[in-house]
Structure formats: C-alpha cells, structure tokens
C-alpha cells in the first residue's frame, strides 16, 4: 500500500521550508529511520527520516523547491498488515521486482541514473552553490574529504587549475593548434543571474530589518588588552587541550561575561511585544554569531552561569560545527541573553551590530592587534589590544549602564585571575 509522508511541524511558527537535497530516488528501498532528505527552515537544516520500511515511489518536490507543512513530502509503497505477516525475504524480494524498470528505454535509463549519480556526489549546500555559480559538475570533482566528499578546497583547486591551464594556453597554442571552442571558459559569467532570496539568509534579512525598525540602537566602543588573557589560553591549552578540545578565546569571553551580567541583570532582560513588561532572565544562555553554511546563525551556550571553562571550551567546538554544516538543534538558537559577534576573526576593528532580538545588548570583537602602550613606569611597551563595539536597546539601557557593565566584563578579561577568583 502506499502512503504518503506528510511534512510535519518542524519548528515554531514555520510555515515551509527548502527542499536542499534528496538522500534517495524514486524506486529506492529505505528502512525506517533512514534519512530520506534534507530540509533548510528559517534557521537550520533538518533531517527528515522515513517511519516505515518499504520502496520510494514518489518524490513530489525537486530540490530548491519550496515545501509546505502539512503536505506530501513523498510517498512510500509499505507493506499492508496482511504484507507484513509473510516473510521479510518474501516482501523484499516483492519490492526489488517492482524497482526494476518497465518498457524504459535503456538510453533514459542510463541518462537518469548519470544525473542521480551527479546529485549524490557527498558534499554540503555551500559546495553545491559554489559548483552552481562556477557552472561545475561536482561529479568531476575530485573528493578529498570522507567517504570521498567534495570541500570547499576541492573546488577552489579545480578552479585553479583551469585558471593554470587558462594561463598557459596562449603559450601552447602553437603546439596543440587551433582551439574549437573558445568562445567561452568554465566559471565565467556571461550574463546576469537572478538568484531566489530565501531560507535563511530570507528571515535573517526581515529579522534584522524588524530589529532596526522596533529597536532604538546605540553604539559603545572601548578596547581591551588581552595580553594576560592570551597567556592564560595558552597555558590552559597546553594542560587541558587536546585534538578534541581546542581552547580559543570565546570560552573566555563568555565566562567573563556571565560573571558581569550577575552583577548587571537588566543586561539579561527582554522586553514582551508592547513593551508593557520587563523580564528578567535567569539563565545566561551566551549566544555567539556564527557564519554558517546557510547564512548568520546564532546558537547559544545554554546555563553558562553553571558550566566551566572548559565545559564552555567544548559547548563552542560542538556548536560551532553544528552550525556551519547547518545541521543544528533548533533549541540552540532559543532563548539567548547576550550575543558576542567575532568580526576580528575576519578582519576589522570596530562594528555597528544589530541586536539579535528580543536580547537588549550584542557585541562585536575586533581583531587583536599588537601596539605600543605605556607601562605604568611610563615606558613604550607592546600590548595585545583587541576593540569591543557594543549597540544596546535604549529602551531598555543606558550608555551608563552598558559603559559600567562593559568595565565589569573588562575587569575580568584584563585581570584573569579575578575572572578565576569570581568563579569559586
């Protein structure tokens, strides 16, 4: 019997989602909890399993396509209750006559499964929409990766290499003689390109505009010196790091500002829709901006208030994963306090960023740079100075208050000792 797989509700308030990519085909055998397809919601993608042993009869949406929830998905030829009483061997060897085709021509045969084969080059959403934009087919490509999985850097060595071949051609040309097509070359652009804007680089587009729009912004600078605190990095890789856990900065940062926000609870407000209530959270959930596979993530750090450094240190490694490959617990990007923005790690030094709504303050970390500072001798000494950019809700808080909570976290992260001290 066949039956269909409805798309269930797979977040709140989302209402569709983007077909990314068909893990089988059409007359495919699956078992049940076998990952039929990926689906990209507002924030993350998501899995969908198969309940049900039994045969793939119908995809009903091409990858890209828009999905609605409550629709078929796909359907699925399972076995019926009479079925199911006879022998497993029996049904599967029923299911494999039906998957062998029928008064198909064996040239559509064989130019369908080249086209599947194409699709199923193992790879991620990123990689296929570079492949895209450079007119690549992924099944040239050479995979370096697991299981023979296409990076990011399998492509850019492809394209290098055209570019090389690209270079010496006018050099050869002599020797190899006249080209039959040079009228175009692989990745170049030759018209416009009209992309869809949606998934979520659509939503994060309309949340930040509604956070501009309903949030009044303000902006402080200071800078750090995180000379001390990169020491104590250092030392705390070199007694607790290992090639599983490698300690960075962040979990720092986001331990010293828990600490602060004990002192400064109105940082870990947020205000109900009319603004009318002021609630004051307990935990500090710290969320970290992350550029993801499908755009500006922000999953958070639950209870950092309860976990230590290096807890924090792992939580960071596992999330930030999660979030590039884009395969992330929708509860991560739930329920954050204060988010910190790690713009240095790309470049630059100070920011404008946009809070990440209903949180009342966000910061954004400059790249540290080593300049001459002056000693308390009054001597010219070099420094690790990096610059923090905070913008805050002034509804909420005030350049004072964020200027005070500010020193509070500086405190700590410039004297990490009275970090350490504050968490007995």
């Not at 979030?323 to 306090?337: T, V, Y």
């Not at 920011?351 to 949180?359: F, G, R, V, W, Y």
């Amino acid at each position: 019997m066949n039956k269909e797989f409805i798309l269930p509700d797979i977040g709140e308030g989302i209402v569709e989602c983007e077909v990314i990519e068909w893990k089988v085909r059409e007359g495919d055998i699956i078992e049940e909890d076998q990952v039929v397809v990926d689906v990209s919601t507002d924030k993350a993608i998501v899995e969908i399993p198969s309940m049900y042993n039994g045969r793939i009869t119908k995809l009903h949406h091409a990858a890209g396509d828009i999905a609605k929830v409550h629709s078929p998905l796909f359907t699925i030829e399972i076995e019926s209750e009479q079925d199911a009483s006879s022998s497993e061997p029996q049904a599967g060897q029923e299911l494999q006559r039906n998957r062998e085709p029928q008064g198909i021509p064996v040239e559509q045969v064989e130019a369908q499964q080249s086209l599947a084969d194409s699709t199923k080059v193992l790879t991620t959403p990123a990689v296929r929409k570079m492949a895209r934009e450079h007119q690549l087919d992924l099944g040239t490509i050479p995979g370096s990766g697991k299981q023979g999985r296409v990076l990011k850097e399998d492509v850019l060595s492809f394209l290098a290499a055209d570019k090389a071949v690209d270079a010496l051609t006018p050099t050869l040309q002599p020797i190899l003689g006249p080209s039959s097509n040079q009228t175009s070359k692989p990745g170049v652009v030759v018209e416009d390109r009209v992309e869809l804007i949606r998934g979520v680089r659509k939503i994060m587009a309309e949340r930040m505009a509604e956070s501009v729009a309903t949030i009044p912004h303000f902006t402080f600078v200071d800078e750090l010196d995180v000379t001390e605190l990169m020491q104590l990095r250092r030392k705390l890789n070199e007694q607790h790091g290992s090639d599983e856990l490698k300690i960075s900065l962040m979990p720092l940062f986001i331990k010293a500002l828990s600490l602060a926000l004990k002192d400064f609870p109105i940082i870990n407000s947020r205000a109900n829709a009319d603004f009318s209530e002021l609630t004051y959270v307990a935990s500090h959930n710290i969320g970290m901006a992350v550029d993801g596979a499908n755009g500006l993530l922000v999953p958070n750090i639950k209870a950092v208030e309860q976990r230590s450094i290096l807890d924090i240190a792992a939580q960071v490694m596992a999330i930030t994963a999660a979030a590039r490959s884009g395969k992330i617990n929708p509860a991560d990007l739930k329920g954050g306090s204060v988010t910190i923005s790690n713009i240095g790690a790309i470049g630059g030094t100070v920011a404008t960023p946009i809070i990440n709504k209903p949180e009342v303050a966000i910061v954004a970390l400059g790249k540290i740079q080593s300049l001459p500072r002056f000693d308390e001798q009054g001597n010219v000494v070099a420094r690790n100075i990096m610059t923090v950019s905070w913008s805050g809700d002034h509804r909420v808080i005030d350049g004072g208050t964020i200027a005070r909570f500010n020193n509070r976290w500086k405190g700590y992260l410039e004297q990490p000792a009275s970090m350490l001290a504050a968490m007995t």
